[in-house]
């Protein structure tokens, strides 16, 4: 396997990971109002995506993948709503730790990625076509 295609190969692996990301952050953002239903209970949690590099033993080529998807652990705001059926004694109810404005750059910073590792794809490809090209 070629360096071209090793590069190609990474950039792929990237792409993957990034859209999986781009899928956690809407998972977020359609959930920042989802609000426990009992009293007691949690609202929805921000889940967060950790990535890691791994090497394929077989090709030479490092990959991206997710790691793992964790819960954002930051504290829960709460708003005052007694008749809101999961408000506490004093009226208050948890709200999720979602804050849209913080997912809405990381969705923008994924699709950055995104776009950039695509380029490489596509100007590899281009790189490999011409010296295919070249070689007639």
């Given at each position: ?7 190609a190969?990474?950039a792929l692996?990237g792409?993957?990971a ?22 007691g ?5 921000r889940?967060?995506?950790t ?5 394929n033993?077989?090709t030479?080529v490092?990959?991206?993948?997710i790691?793992?998807i964790?819960?954002?652990?930051s504290?829960f ?9 999961s408000a506490?004694?004093n ?9 849209p404005?913080?997912e809405?750059?990381?969705?923008k910073?994924?699709?950055r990625s995104?776009q950039?590792?695509l ?18």
């Amino acid at each position: 396997m070629d360096d071209l295609q090793k590069s190609a190969l990474t950039a792929l692996s990237g792409m993957n990971a990034q859209a999986e990301r781009l899928r956690v952050i809407s998972e977020n953002l359609a959930n920042a109002d989802s609000l426990a239903q009992t009293p007691g209970g949690l609202p929805y949690r921000r889940k967060v995506v950790t990535f890691k590099d791994v090497l394929n033993q077989s090709t030479g080529v490092e990959k991206v993948e997710i790691n793992h998807i964790l819960p954002d652990m930051s504290k829960f705001q709460r708003r005052y709503d007694p008749h809101y059926p999961s408000a506490d004694r004093n009226g208050y109810v948890l709200v999720p730790n979602v804050n849209p404005l913080v997912e809405l750059m990381d969705m923008k910073e994924a699709q950055r990625s995104y776009q950039a590792n695509l380029d490489v794809v596509s100007t590899s490809r281009s790189m490999l076509q011409q010296t295919v090209q070249l070689l007639r």
